[in-house]
């Protein structure tokens, strides 16, 4: 055991010795813990979904009722529901703070799997990830974002370990996080996990059976949930509120009278008056359910409408009709939501509206001089949801921006770079380059008003991949041995990981990396 301790990377305990520091800081600073989502009367009531009484009471049925949401939240809630009452908000805490440290570890990790030098890597993720408000600030609520971004940067690291080094444990690893991912958060879809398995077995042919066999449970799970959903709610994915998240984008986002212009042409139906996540009583004659069960409550018992009654999913349903009519009959219009939707995504993640503002003065000095943005406003995604204002190229993080262009134009250039040399590095970048842009375009070309929250939510890939093409830009990373080894062998009768001791002394120092 003692051993085993000696070889852990001493940064690692830097990083977490930083974050309990960084924690107790934000505490005394007068940032309490909010366990605001497990009280009756929640100040958030849409961040917690389901009933807390349902939660409480019958917990198993109701996840097995849900139309709305992936059923790992939720479950989670329910189990710190039946934790004893004075537990709850510490055993919250905890948990929370969990997921903070291990968004620093997995950031960190996978910076060192992709050669980055062990103090730039270091430093870093102490830049960008332990000191960043927006980490500390999401993990002093009780809510999905903080574990989403942890288990994103975790996928991440399995990823890159798993092109690297392929076992069944790594698979394993791989497959557990996903489908956790995927359980929990709908930005992170089912069919998107089973896309980067597919990547990952295609990139490495020769271990194909044996990534498919340590991802199986996993996998196999995550299959049931999907099968689960579509036989219940006739749709695979984790949620069926695509019609009305989209709604945001297009219909809710547009001026009235252009929505009554097309009311009266018939291009839309009346409902796209109605802005979406509405009481069911807004809608009219809408067949809801009656009863006290997660499918079938109209209000929750703090008064708050049910967003999980089966109603919806019709409902939602028909807002997707009325969203690809506007999108045909405005497309210009359209784009422009979406190119405003983009400069929400650009906001510092820390600005979302629902944070606390007791460390504004911290915020204030980061966004400025580390986010480089010249002006800041915590109400940027505020204004976006109810008054359709969006920021302006002054409120925009520089910095958020230099790392999409880095991922969007640098990532490509170095796939195909380290690809000609026979990086194995590249397969791995390619795989988190999906990752990443999944998460740039769904949530761009879905939503308009909470995209830097969304953008958060993709945990450290960005930072990871944007530090990458830097660093092999200015050949600062590390040479890997492994990969020149296998690079120098040209002859096809030599298979991979057969390089003798003798043939490797013989490889060129500027090679070998010796």
Known sequence: MTTKVRQIDPFVWILIAASFVVVVFVRIAGVPFSADQLSAHPTIPTWQLLDLDLLRHHLLSSIDHLEMQPPLYNFGIGLLLDLPNQVQSPAAELTQFFFYVVTALATYGTLRELR??????????????????????YSATTFYVTPTAALATCLAYSIVRLIKHPSRSRALVFGATGAALALLNTSIQPLLIFLLLALIVLFTPTACRTIIRGALIPMSILLLWMVHTLAAFG??????????????????????????????????????????????????????????????????????????????????????????????????????????????????????????????????????????????????????VYYHQYPTISQISYLQLAIDILVLIGVPILIVSWWKRRNPLARALAVLGVLFLQSFVIMNLTDIAENNRFRFEAGSVPLILATTVVLAALGRLEPDEESQHVDSVTSPALKEDTVSRSEADAIPSDLSGS
């Open 116 to 137: 980055c030098r062990r103090r730039i890597a270091l430093a870093v993720t102490l830049i960008f990830v332990v000191l960043d408000p927006a980490q500390f600030l």
């Open 235 to 384: 749709t695979p994915a984790t949620s069926t509120w695509f019609g009305m998240n989209l709604a945001h984008t297009t219909m809710n986002a547009a001026p009235e009278y252009q929505i009554q212009r097309l009311i009266r042409t018939h291009h839309l139906s009346p409902l796209a008056a109605i802005p979406p996540f509405s009481p069911i009583s807004a809608y009219g004659h809408v067949t809801s359910m009656h009863g006290n069960s997660a499918l079938t409550q109209i209000t929750k018992h703090d008064g708050s409408p049910n967003f999980n009654n089966k109603a919806y999913a019709s409902i939602s349903s028909r807002y997707l009709q009325d969203d690809l009519r506007y999108i045909h009959a405005e497309p210009y219009q359209y784009i422009t939501h979406v190119a405003r939707g983009v400069s929400i995504w650009l906001v510092p993640a820390d600005q979302y509206f629902t944070l606390s503002s007791d460390l504004g003065w911290y915020r204030a000095a980061y966004d400025t001089y580390v986010q480089w943005q010249p002006r800041n406003d915590s109400n940027a995604a505020y204004l976006a």
